[in-house]
């Protein structure tokens, strides 16, 4: 055993290979950070896709089972593509929904 698999197990990050070569790896809101932070870096930034990922990352995905729970770093990302695509209204409203 490697020590990439005793890292998974003691962090109990459930991470499986299927034989199609597919990586399942539990979502966790540091992951739905990154995803939303490569929307906001891409040459021309993806909006609608970062807050599909918000959106299905807060509801729980399609089964609604494991909710994440956005942090600064989400709703920064989230800003950050908005303000590379020039959607200023939407900066305020995600301002507006920030819990302090």
């Given at each position: 055993m490697d020590d990439e698999d005793d890292n998974n197990k003691k962090n109990n990050k459930k991470i499986t290979s299927t034989a199609g070569g597919t990586t399942r790896v539990k979502p966790t809101t540091k992951l739905m950070n990154h995803a939303i932070g490569v929307c906001a870096r891409s040459p021309s930034p993806l909006l609608s896709e970062a807050f599909h990922i918000f959106t299905h990352g807060i509801s729980g995905?399609?089964?609604g089972i494991r909710r994440l729970s956005p942090n600064v770093y989400t709703f920064g990302s989230l800003m950050s593509v908005c303000a590379r695509v020039g959607?200023?209204?939407?900066?305020?409203e995600l301002l507006k929904?920030?819990?302090v």
């Amino acid at each position: 055993m490697d020590d990439e698999d005793d890292n998974n197990k003691k962090n109990n990050k459930k991470i499986t290979s299927t034989a199609g070569g597919t990586t399942r790896v539990k979502p966790t809101t540091k992951l739905m950070n990154h995803a939303i932070g490569v929307c906001a870096r891409s040459p021309s930034p993806l909006l609608s896709e970062a807050f599909h990922i918000f959106t299905h990352g807060i509801s729980g995905g399609k089964r609604g089972i494991r909710r994440l729970s956005p942090n600064v770093y989400t709703f920064g990302s989230l800003m950050s593509v908005c303000a590379r695509v020039g959607d200023v209204q939407r900066c305020l409203e995600l301002l507006k929904s920030m819990k302090v």
